[in-house]
């Protein structure tokens, strides 16, 4: 090793999602909403002034700021902006993960939960999930320097119940709890309501899956008055134009159309459990989920067999090859007709 590759900040990167290309493919690995945006983004997006681009976009993102604080009833004080969630969220583990204790989050949930613990040098503990994949909330009822879990769970897509979420940050009164609901909308219960009562709660959000614009990379945080202040403190000592013109125009239009929003998680949610029923018929078992996926097993064919099958055919779902769920598939909800066709082969194949 050169002397110089000592010094360097070595971690085992996040490995997101395929990303095929075919033309005739179905594409049901990576949790994307199979809808287009709504229809005021198109407008938005056809309105804007390409000499905008020139120029820097509003560093506090107040137009985004303001319509998130209207849509969700909170003050815009109470709300922060990143790209994506995946950068509010690093954002958070940065400003609010500073104790020797360790963090604490489930064994089996977002992976890249233990990337970022790594890369900042944050010590880390994961808790097991019990046998039916749900969160134990006594586990996290310790000493620690932080919590943060999905809400519904994710690749499980397991809801914790409201009043358990409110136990755990309740009995952690002295660190700062994170819940990730980047699947709330799909007919799970936000936190949302208890950052009037909490002040160490942050609550993520995004508009990749309920809205549309994974492409776009714009998610959201809420809490108390001073979270926010720590959070933009840390932002704007990192990089101060963190989005750009063209997310926070399209993003406030999205925002803005809660009629568009409610009826394409409704068809998703309708199309969802559709499956279940048809994917239950067909010998496959799998958690109650309140999410835009399904992660299901087969009582008699290996996960990585059928996984390796239906991209044969161009159907591409998730496989996590991982102890506890390496016979588990992931399988995101699209349209109807992808997934009549996801259960056709599924059927023939069997």
Do not use: C
């Not at 905008?52 to 976009?57: D, G």
């Not at 107040?62 to 954002?91: C, I, R, T, W």
């Not at 808790?127 to 999905?150: H, R, S, T």
């Not at 769970?153 to 409110?166: H, I």
């Amino acid at each position: 090793m050169s002397i110089w590759e000592e010094n360097v900040r070595k971690v085992i990167p996040y490995t997101p999602g395929e990303q095929p290309d075919f033309p005739d493919m179905i594409k049901l690995n990576t949790n994307e909403n199979p809808y287009p945006p709504s229809p005021l983004v198109k407008k938005a997006l056809e309105e804007m002034e390409l000499n905008s681009m020139r120029l820097y976009p509003a560093p506090a993102a107040d137009a985004l700021v303001e319509e998130l604080a209207e849509a969700y009833h909170v003050k815009k004080e109470q709300v922060f902006v990143g790209v994506g969630s995946d950068d509010v969220l690093a954002m958070a583990f940065l400003t609010f993960f500073n104790s020797e204790k360790p963090i604490l989050f489930p064994d089996i949930t977002y992976s890249f939960y233990d990337v970022w613990a790594d890369l900042f040098r944050i010590p880390y503990e994961q808790l097991p999930l019990n046998e039916d994949f749900a969160i134990v909330p006594e586990d996290y009822m310790k000493e620690n320097g932080g919590i943060i879990f999905p809400n519904p769970n994710a690749p499980t897509g397991v809801e914790m119940p409201f009043e358990e979420v409110e136990k755990i940050i309740a009995y952690n009164p002295e660190s700062v709890v994170i819940i990730d609901e980047a699947y709330v909308d799909f007919g799970a219960a936000s936190v949302l309501p208890l950052i009037e009562k909490y002040e160490n709660l942050l609550v993520v959000q995004t508009t990749s899956k309920s809205r549309s614009m994974a492409g776009m990379r714009i998610g959201y945080a809420f809490g108390s008055e001073k979270l926010i202040h720590y959070l933009n403190d840390a932002k704007y000592s990192f990089n101060s134009y963190t989005m750009n013109r063209p997310s926070l125009v399209l993003g406030s239009a999205a925002i803005r159309d809660q009629e568009y929003f409610r009826k394409i998680t409704g068809k998703i949610m309708a199309t969802r459990e559709w499956t279940k029923k048809e994917l239950k018929r067909l010998g496959f078992t799998f958690p109650d989920s309140k999410t835009n996926f399904i992660f299901a097993t087969h009582e008699k064919v290996q996960a990585k067999e059928l996984f390796e099958a239906l991209k044969e055919q161009h159907i591409f779902v998730r496989y996590f090859n991982k102890p506890r769920i390496d016979n588990y598939l992931r399988i995101t909800i699209g349209t109807d007709e992808q997934m009549k066709k996801l259960i056709d082969f599924l059927e023939q194949y069997l």
